[in-house]
């Protein structure tokens, strides 16, 4: 199946400082990417929809200022939280779809977590 | 009310057992449906697709009731290594993805 890449796998930084985390979809091209935090025993909830070359669109709720995200190319999409808080500390997962009849399918990233001290 | 309900679960069987999870989701113009499974601090991967058909790989069965938008996931012959969170994804065919809360199995020998 599809492989999609995420670094760092676990970030730990202090107050007010920004962590850019990176996504790859390392053996198709992603039209489209998804970001999603996980709090402790709760589900995904999706932040952004990413599409190459183009802003990316926020959820409800979620501050586009806060959480920068970039889709420079067909295999990349960054986030960036700037001047993070403790409260931001959680489970980032990104996810790719391949496109064409699949492209419903979700490729996960092996999910990146932050803790803010 | 949310968009996609899961059974809370825990669910906690013995080896061998059948086990079922029930889905229920409240947008009609959903589009398609997916289970997946989650382990413990791990990313969700791909269990199965679900179709009105309904659909069957191995062990697992899914089914799709669009009239009464519910989807269902059967575990036959329970492993131990079927211990995880389930979580029952549907699609709107704006392409958004909304998941539920999950269903947490443990199989115990």
């Known amino acids: 199946g599809a492989v999609v890449s995420q670094h760092p796998s676990r970030v730990i930084c202090k107050s007010g400082t920004s962590v850019k985390i990176e996504c790859r979809s390392l053996?198709?091209?992603?039209?489209?990417m998804f970001w999603y935090r996980q709090f402790p025993k709760q589900s995904l909830m999706l932040m952004a929809t990413?599409?190459?070359?183009?802003?990316?669109?926020?959820e409800q709720g979620v501050e586009k200022d806060k959480f920068l995200i970039n889709h420079a190319s067909l295999t990349l999409s960054t986030l960036t939280v700037t001047s993070a808080h403790p409260e931001d500390s959680s489970f980032y997962i990104c996810?790719?779809?391949?496109?064409?009849?699949?492209?419903?399918?979700?490729?996960f990233g092996p999910g990146t977590r932050l803790l803010v001290l | 009310r949310k968009e996609v309900e899961q059974d809370p679960g825990p669910f906690n069987v013995p080896e061998g057992a059948t086990v079922a999870f029930n889905c229920t989701y409240s947008?009609?113009?959903?589009?398609?449906f997916f289970w997946y499974r989650q382990d413990c601090r791990k990313e969700p991967k791909l269990l199965m697709s679900v179709y009105s058909s309904g659909n069957e790989d191995g062990r697992f069965t899914a089914q799709l009731n669009r009239a009464s938008q519910y989807i269902s996931l059967l575990i036959r012959d329970s492993k131990l290594s079927d211990s995880a969170t389930y979580l029952c994804v549907v699609n709107t065919n704006a392409g958004k993805s909304t998941f539920g809360d999950g269903t947490t199995l443990t199989v115990k020998p």
């Open positions: 996810s790719a779809t391949t496109g064409g009849l699949s492209q419903e399918t979700q490729y």
């Open positions: 947008n009609s113009a959903s589009q398609s």
């Open positions: 990413s599409n190459e070359g183009s802003k990316a669109t926020y």
């Open positions: 053996d198709f091209q992603a039209t489209t």
